[in-house]
């Protein structure tokens, strides 16, 4: 695939396959997304994936969430919502160092942004797809201890999910190019 092919196929995956992706692929894109711009060269990056026992916890938080937010939160959409977050085979949080002055901690959220289109992309070449998803569960109070970090150390922007389609969305509607300039 060229890069114009990459950029405009890649989807964000909701289903995914229950099947296993290869660490050193996922390795490979972590390391080529710490080529992302990043200013003042912060190095903000705090990648946190996560561990099968921490994974078990994480499914029950957001089921406790989904079970608060809506009364009618049926055995069966629970059972959904287990195989669905069950199945990515890689789960990373995306973490940044918190930094102490507002701008850099924008500039930094900003690089970490840059970082997720490249592992992404990267990714997405090998047939492998990803979902950032910056759901309750991902960034709740819960989760920093479940993961063992600090909120006053790490920010979280949230959880990359990593895996195998099982369905690939349509592409979403875009604005005629030349709208936003
Ligand atoms: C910062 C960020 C947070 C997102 N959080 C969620 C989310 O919580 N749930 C979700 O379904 N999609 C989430 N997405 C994916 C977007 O909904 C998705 O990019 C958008 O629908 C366009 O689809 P595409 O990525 O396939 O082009 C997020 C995307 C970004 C950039």
């Known amino acids: 695939m060229n890069l114009k092919e990459l950029i405009r196929s890649r989807r964000t995956i909701h289903q995914f396959k229950d099947e296993p992706v290869s660490w050193d692929l996922v390795e490979e894109a972590l390391e080529l997304s710490l080529w992302a711009p990043n200013h003042k060269l912060t190095e903000p990056w705090r990648y946190i994936s996560a561990n099968p026992e921490q994974r078990q916890q994480l499914v ?3 089921v ?18 287990r195989k669905k ?12 160092s918190k930094s102490a002055d507002p701008r850099t901690f924008e500039e930094d959220q900003a690089t970490m942004a840059c970082s997720v289109q490249i592992i992404s992309l990267v990714l997405w070449e090998k047939g492998i797809g990803t979902k950032w998803s910056t759901g309750k569960f991902s960034i709740h109070p819960e989760t920093y201890k479940i993961l063992d970090i600090s909120p006053d150390e790490i920010y979280l922007m949230g959880v990359l999910f990593i895996g195998i ?5 349509a592409p979403p509607k875009k604005k005629a190019p030349g709208t936003f300039w």
């Open 165 to 169: 389609p099982d369905l690939i969305p």
């Open 60 to 62: 029950d938080l957001a």
């Open 64 to 81: 406790d969430l989904k079970k608060q937010k809506e009364s009618e939160f049926s055995e069966t959409k629970e059972k959904a919502l």
């Open 85 to 96: 977050l069950s199945a990515p085979a890689h789960w990373i949080f995306l973490g940044i």
